[in-house]
């Protein structure tokens, strides 16, 4: 069964360290997501990303943020420079066309020390 | 007003019982609601969803969904152990992008 992969599967990284998550989303998916899990609190929106750009994007995605797709399978997440804050889960996201649910990798755990 | 309310629970049944979880959402115009369960330092897991007024089942779940109320509720019947969880609450706005409630964490005791 298809799935979206995303590595590592824990990073730890220190303060002002810049960190990219990788993000294979499901290979016929056009729709592309980022949400963030602070421990004990709720998913939380950070991006989307459509036909090689941005859709939306939260408030929580900042200057310190970014997308890209590089090639035709990787989706990565760029944070430039790391705060105590940003430690959290980060799910990947994908949909496909003419889809609406959303299907989530296993997360990275980010710890920023 | 938050996009999307679910009360944070816990919420305790015994084994066999029913589960009642209930959500509300903001935005009049959402057309996808979606019940996702996530186990304790796991990913959400699609349980269920919906798209039409009324009741849709799938073996011990039922979705509700009431567009004029702006609510959706998740049912679920004979409750196991290993039901227990959160239950996140995710509606889709008009990019068709998903927004989720803060979850209810459900416990069935054995």
């Known amino acids: 069964e298809p799935e979206v992969t995303q590595t590592p599967s824990h990073q730890v990284t220190q303060m002002g360290q810049e960190v990219i998550l990788r993000c294979v989303p499901i290979?016929?998916?056009?729709?592309f997501y980022w949400y963030r899990q602070i421990l004990g609190q709720k998913v939380e929106f950070l991006v989307s990303?459509?036909?090689?750009?941005?859709?939306?994007k939260s408030e929580i995605f900042d200057d310190q943020f970014s997308v890209e797709r590089p090639d035709g399978s990787n989706f990565t997440l760029k944070i430039r420079s790391t705060k105590l804050e940003d430690s959290a889960m980060y799910f990947c996201?994908?949909?496909?066309?003419?889809?609406?649910?959303?299907?989530f990798g296993q997360g990275t755990r980010l710890t920023v020390v | 007003q938050k996009e999307v309310e679910q009360n944070s629970g816990p919420l305790s049944v015994p084994e066999g019982a029913i589960a009642s979880l209930n959500c509300t959402y903001s935005?009049?115009?959402?057309?996808?609601f979606f019940w996702y369960r996530q186990y304790s330092g796991k990913s959400p897991e699609l349980i269920m969803f919906?798209?039409?007024?009324g009741d849709k089942e799938d073996g011990r779940f039922t979705a509700q969904l009431n567009k004029a109320s702006q609510y959706v509720s998740l049912l679920i019947r004979d409750s196991q152990p290993s039901d227990s969880a959160t239950y996140l609450c995710?509606?889709?706005?008009?990019?068709?992008?998903?927004?989720f409630g803060a979850g209810t964490r459900l416990t069935v005791k054995p």
């Open positions: 996201a994908s949909r496909g066309q003419g889809g609406t649910e959303a299907f």
């Open positions: 290979s016929n998916h056009l729709y």
């Open positions: 990303f459509y036909n090689n750009e941005i859709s939306e």
């Open positions: 935005d009049r115009g959402s057309q996808s």
């Open positions: 919906i798209y039409s007024n």
């Open positions: 995710a509606v889709n706005n008009n990019n068709n992008d998903m927004r």
